[in-house]
């Protein structure tokens, strides 16, 4: 199960309300230039690292973002799949069925799906909220390590890093308690 946490983690790059709080220095600025990006379309490369398998086991497709809430992760191989997330509701479409998920019904997702739609939403207060913020960097190359609050959530989940310049995220990666992780690397379209 936490292998699929992971990827839902991963995937759930949504947006939400951004804080008019102001924050100081380039954690401020990156959350102002993260608010403002409204449209994303990149190329993913998602790859598990988990401890019975030699090498990683790894997906590839494209992600779509449109503010405030819809993000699709189409999966292309090895085997496609699409993902929807608009507001609380996941579409997950795979073999030519269709399973829709009401995320008030998972509440252990929240966090994970935060960590990422709090994010790309440039909301620090909600960030904050669920887990300890470690902001590196500058704004033109950080990383933000987020460690989560909730002791239920932090049984398998150790830590977010979520890497990026300026308002673009280039990386997510969920680090789990009992050594698996996963790495979704993002690229823009050329």
């Known amino acids: 199960m936490t292998r699929r946490v992971s990827a839902i ?9 951004a804080s008019s ?3 100081p220095g380039d954690l401020g600025e990156l959350m102002r230039q993260l608010a403002e990006r409204r449209h ?5 490369v998602e790859q598990h ?16 973002y449109d503010a405030p809430d819809r993000l699709e992760k189409r999966t292309v191989e090895p085997k496609p799949e699409t993902l929807t997330l608009a507001g609380d509701v ?4 795979r073999g ?19 960590s990422i739609r709090a994010t790309l939403a440039g909301d620090l207060p909600t960030l904050q909220r669920l887990f300890t913020v470690d902001f590196a960097g500058t704004v033109a190359r950080w990383r933000l390590t987020l ?6 959530v932090a049984k398998t989940v150790s830590q977010v890093r979520i890497d990026g310049a300026n308002s673009t ?7 789990e308690t009992d050594g698996d992780r996963s790495l979704m690397t993002l690229r823009e379209h050329q």
């Open 90 to 93: 996941l579409t997950v479409v």
């Open 147 to 152: 460690t989560p609050r909730d002791p239920q």
């Open 169 to 175: 995220l280039t990386t997510v990666e969920i680090l």
């Open 49 to 64: 690292f988990l401890k019975l398998l030699k090498r990683p086991a790894e997906s590839y497709g494209e992600l779509t």
């Open 9 to 17: 983690a991963a995937l759930l790059l949504s947006g939400a309300s």
């Open 96 to 114: 030519g069925r269709a399973r829709t998920l009401d995320l008030k019904s998972y509440p252990a997702l929240v966090p994970f799906i935060e």
């Open 21 to 23: 709080q102001q924050v």
């Open 40 to 44: 994303g379309e990149v190329s993913f």
